[in-house]
């Protein structure tokens, strides 16, 4: 009987392995790149804790003499205005967002097919206004006069339903994850164009879709200038940015002024949190769009992949 030949088994490699050494720099590297990004808003947020008084004598600090909540409850006084402003920005970023990444996907897929004659035309279109604007004034003269968005939320809106910049996106999003046999394949099938791109296109292309979801949301929560220009007359609509903005700017005109404006202002002014203030106002607005953050990560990250592994 013959001996049996010994195998050597070679350690599982992966391809893209690297070795311990390496794996400890990288890790150190990922973990000093993220110290650097949440300590700064950790020092907000204890700043927006921190006393008046310990702002005064110490400046900014890790560790402040004394921590007050004061920022917070002069937020919180205004009462049933600060709730109603949460509602329209939660209202206008989600309802913008749903028909901005509707509008986008819907200007974006005839880009995408090579058998759309005037795609060339409609692309120049879209690049050209990245390039040359109207301006501030036609903007908002068709805005309010032509279009009539003025006290409504439409005008908080529909000026940034479409952006050039997401449409690019989008666009190279279609290029590299749809191949042109699918197309081919649901025409043959015997499927319409809106069949085709909400059942069949829409699915191999969601990162791209929470991609720009994301960048949508990120502009219509911190979006504050177009209730400054269309809303006068209807506080009830403003946004919650515009709303914490009113207030900053009426504290630092209390603390610049109050020698003008009698014994009381001055008092007020005294106690009044403009520092503390300005940082619980980033919490208050960061919060709720950081929290939102988690429900696309794992989307913008397959999205940013997208095209490096070719299957």
Not at 152 to 159: E, G, K, M, S
Not at 223 to 228: D, V
Not at 234 to 259: C, E, G, V, W
Request: glycine share 4%.
């Amino acid at each position: 009987m013959l001996p049996t030949p010994s195998v050597t088994r070679r350690p599982n490699l992966r391809l893209n392995a690297v070795s311990a050494p390496t794996e400890t720099v990288f890790h150190a590297v990922l973990l000093l790149f993220s110290l650097f990004c949440v300590v700064p808003f950790l020092f907000v947020v204890i700043i927006s804790f921190t006393s008046e008084e310990s702002i005064r004598q110490i400046g900014y600090s890790f560790v402040p003499q004394s921590w007050s909540t004061q920022a917070y409850a002069y937020v919180f006084r205004i009462g049933d205005a600060l709730w109603r402003s949460y509602f329209n920005s939660f209202f206008i970023t989600a309802v913008g967002t749903a028909l901005s990444v509707l509008m986008t996907l819907l200007y974006a897929y005839p880009l995408f097919r090579r058998d759309f004659r005037q795609r060339h035309f409609f692309n120049f279109l879209s690049f050209f206004t990245m390039i040359f604007g109207g301006g501030l004034v036609p903007t908002y003269i068709i805005c309010k006069n032509v279009l009539g968005l003025s006290e409504n939320y439409a005008a908080l809106i529909v000026p940034m339903l479409f952006s050039p910049f997401n449409v690019i996106i989008m666009r190279t999003f279609l290029q590299t994850s749809v191949p042109t046999e699918l197309i081919e394949a649901a025409t043959i099938d015997g499927s319409g164009e809106y069949h085709t791109l909400f059942r069949i296109v829409l699915p191999v292309v969601k990162p791209g879709v929470a991609t720009v979801a994301l960048l949508n949301a990120l502009a219509y929560w911190n979006e504050w200038f177009l209730a400054l220009l269309y809303i006068r007359q209807n506080t009830d609509l403003i946004p919650l940015q515009y709303l914490l903005m009113k207030m900053q700017r009426n504290a630092d005109f209390i603390a610049k002024n109050s020698h003008l404006l009698g014994a009381e202002a001055a008092n007020v002014a005294v106690n009044l949190p403009s520092q503390s203030l300005k940082m619980a106002l980033v919490v208050l607005i960061v919060v709720p769009i950081a929290c939102a953050y988690p429900f696309f990560q794992r989307f913008v990250v397959a999205g940013l992949t997208i095209g490096s592994v070719k299957g």
